[in-house]
């Protein structure tokens, strides 16, 4: 089993760039993808970022010239670099662990953190 702590989420302001960390313990010898998601109450939640133990990454289209996902496996931390925020990307942003290939679909991903709140206002 894997657990995840995400922290860094803030209120800020359009434009703003924070960075959003989870860390990860418990089974973590596996090569498996990390991800961020996102979720606003009322839809559902949908991938943002996603990234292997060798680095390849997949980012959602909407947000790829804005977001870069990171992985230090040596820390077991994954993070989620966010630039020139909108106020549409408000949301609780997750971090889970471990889908066995490259996909942002949260179905994928069989553990979560309990999120961290983004608000852009």
């Known amino acids: 089993q894997v657990q995840l702590v995400e922290s860094g989420g803030d209120s800020v302001q359009p434009g703003g760039s924070p960075r959003l960390s989870c860390i990860y313990s418990g089974d973590t010898d596996r090569d498996y993808w990390l991800g961020w998601f996102r979720q606003v109450p009322g839809q559902e939640r949908e991938g943002v970022a996603a990234?292997?133990?060798?680095?390849?990454?997949s980012v959602e289209e909407s947000v790829k010239d804005r977001f870069i996902i990171y992985r230090d496996n040596s820390k077991n931390i994954v993070e989620l670099q966010m630039n020139n925020l909108k106020p549409e990307d408000t949301a609780m942003y997750y971090c889970a662990a471990a889908s066995p290939f490259c996909t942002l679909l949260p179905d994928q991903f069989r553990a979560w953190g309990q999120g961290t709140q983004v608000t852009v206002s």
């Open positions: 990234i292997d133990w060798a680095g390849r990454r």
